[in-house]
């Protein structure tokens, strides 16, 4: 088990920065996605777009309070959730630090108090790691067709889930 120790908490605003360094980085450094901050208004206000109604933003931070993981939970109505922003720092993924499944499980105990029924996701089909950790997690693979009307689907998606929360 790694030495440092990583905590996950609730976005706050004094971690815009880091946090849209992070996720831009990622997309553009690894998944050669040409995006800027400036074409995510969901980054540039995080508490206006996530932290409102039944969604929510968490952070995974080092000691020294570098942001290295993220993962946001979109309230779209209907007691239905879209999760987005899910990245981890190349250097802190996998089992030893467990970042990504410690994001997931805050967002979940969060979605199970909020009463949600269920939550979506769409992702991009060379994302093959990413959704196979969806998929150990509770997560199945759906149709396009089957995602509810007011779900955002993002020019790069092609490859949905859903995790049902209950039995509704």
């Known amino acids: 088990m790694p030495e440092e120790s ?6 706050t605003p004094d971690m815009a920065d880091r946090v849209g360094r992070l996720v ?6 690894e998944f050669k996605v040409p995006i ?8 540039i206000d995080i508490p206006g777009h996530y932290q ?11 000691d ?30 996998g089992s030893e630090w467990g970042i990504a499944k410690s994001l997931l499980d805050a ?19 060379v994302m093959a790691r990413a959704h196979r950790f969806y998929e150990k997690n509770g997560f199945h693979k759906i149709d396009r067709a089957d995602l509810p009307e ?3 689907v993002m020019d790069v998606d092609s490859h949905f889930c859903r995790l049902k929360l209950n039995d509704s």
């Not at 990583?6 to 976005?11: G, L």
């Not at 800027?36 to 980054?43: E, V």
């Not at 409102?52 to 080092?62: D, L, M, P, Q, S």
């Open 6 to 11: 990583i905590s996950i908490q609730p976005f």
């Open 24 to 29: 831009v980085a990622i997309q553009r450094d």
């Open 36 to 43: 800027g901050l400036d074409d995510q208004p969901d980054l």
């Open 52 to 62: 409102k109604a039944a969604g929510g933003f968490w952070i995974a931070v080092t």
């Open 64 to 93: 020294d309070g570098r942001v290295v993981g993220s993962i946001g939970l979109l309230d779209i109505g209907g007691n239905l959730s879209a999760l987005r922003k899910m990245f981890v720092a190349a250097d802190y993924r």
């Open 107 to 125: 967002l979940l105990a969060h979605a199970r108090t909020q009463s949600l029924s269920a939550i979506y996701l769409g992702s991009t089909a």
């Open 150 to 152: 007011q779900f955002p």
